[in-house]
């Protein structure tokens, strides 16, 4: 089910959620679309033809196949493919890190990063204001970061350089992880109002999954690193450095998803 996340004078943004926990976006402009990902072709085609649009563009935040699974079932769309060159076949525009690129009528700037799949990508709608995060950034969390030296650090600059646009920017990313990651946020800020607020929405359904820049900064523990309660909950000293608090952190994730993986008795394995 399309939900639209979006809208202005000419581009409206609905977020399609595919597979167990993916979240495409459609971007909707005179009966066109651009698609940030491609999940699930079924569930694009879908949606193309409950509105009558034309896809235009896909364009990939990296090559894992949860992104990319639907890249061959709508090939005969002969939509122009943006990502990273992992793509190899599909992709006819291949993006690096710190572009300023026009995408149809849009202006878009690109942060790369290769602490998740080795070579990630966001897009940012500079107009709208819509930061498009992949598997790097996600509502109240923060993407895997895979097993490779420097990965984290990789990781934590992608962060500070999201954290440098307006307050106002809306975050999307790749996967509905919210309650989840709220609740791993309460286990170190358990008297923090915005984190319990936005707890109690997600589990509603009612919380966005997209919030604003400035919402993730109260919300998402990964963006402060500075905070001295999570550092001592961390057990590091208050002088710590951002950047070992940040590394801490994803630590302290990885055996939080263990133990909730446990409890649900679920053998998902998270992004
Ligand atoms: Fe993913």
Redesign the pocket.
Known sequence: MAKRIYKDDCLEVFQVRALKD?LVYMLVFQGKAICIDA?DGEAIREFLAEKQLKLEVIAVT?C?Y??TQGLKELKDLDAAVLGPSCLDKYVTQEVQDDEELIVEQFEVATIGCSG?SGNDMMYHFLGAKILFT??IVFGAGC?RARDEEGAADDIFDAFERVKQLDDQTIICG??DYLVKNLEFALTLLPENPEVQARLNKARDADGAICATLSEEKGTNVFMMPENEDIKRKLGLEINAEPRAVFKALLSEKQQFNKSYKEKAESVEEE?
């Open positions: 993916n999940s990296h894992d949860d992104h998740h992949g598997d993407g790749g996967h992004n």
